[in-house]
């Protein structure tokens, strides 16, 4: 058994959605900037340039999005779970200030270190497993807004990066990040997998995403 943060948009609708496809996106890099000290107050979140109209074009392609980020400040315990709440509110706030339909639907943190060797923290894909049940199959253990939540063993499936890519759930739900862990992540759920580069951003892959025939980058573990 592992913990893990869950924070649901303020009017997400706690109903089964099987049909739509999901965007995981990470956080740092990729929604706001991101720096070795951490994004540590709500006043510390600045967004990319762009990210905002990304979302809101991913949301009118009819996908869930879905934010799954490692923070390990909480288990270091710089800052506990309301902390990380309150950035988010932040996040949610901002992002649609510049587009009123760049919605997250879901957002999910990892709190261990590296060195803890927990079943969630990027490259395992348990979150992302996690993330797909809550919005395709409903909340049936989570009443709250947000919080700390014992993932289920079920959520689990270790990696075997010697094999196959494994089939995803929904054939166009998606990875988007700026590390290998993220790809690694998605590769091991089974997702397209597109990588933020120097040269890009989440909303010049957009495009891409959105587009059901493209596959994703060539990710080797």
Known sequence: MS???FQFHPNFQH????NAAIAFLDRDGVINEGYSTYVNHPDELVLLE????AISKLKQGGFL????TNQSPLERKL?????????????????EKIESNAIVDLVL????????LCICRKPESTLLRFGESILRYGTPNISSNYGMTTLH???YKETNWFDDKPSPPHPNDAMIGDRRTDEGAGWGYGARTFRIRSNTSLLTLVPR???RDDQGDDFHP
Not at 109 to 116: D, G, I
Request: proline residues 4%; charged residues 15%.
């Open 3 to 5: 913990e893990a943060f």
């Open 153 to 155: 063993s079920s959520f």
């Open 65 to 68: 999005v879905c934010v799954v």
């Open 15 to 18: 109903t089964p959605n099987t």
């Open 109 to 116: 943190a990892c709190p261990h270190k590296f060195s803890s």
């Open 50 to 53: 762009g990210a905002a109209d």
């Open 209 to 211: 995403i959105l587009n």
């Open 79 to 95: 800052w506990d779970h309301h902390v990380l709440a309150s950035i988010h509110k932040q996040m949610f706030h901002k992002l």
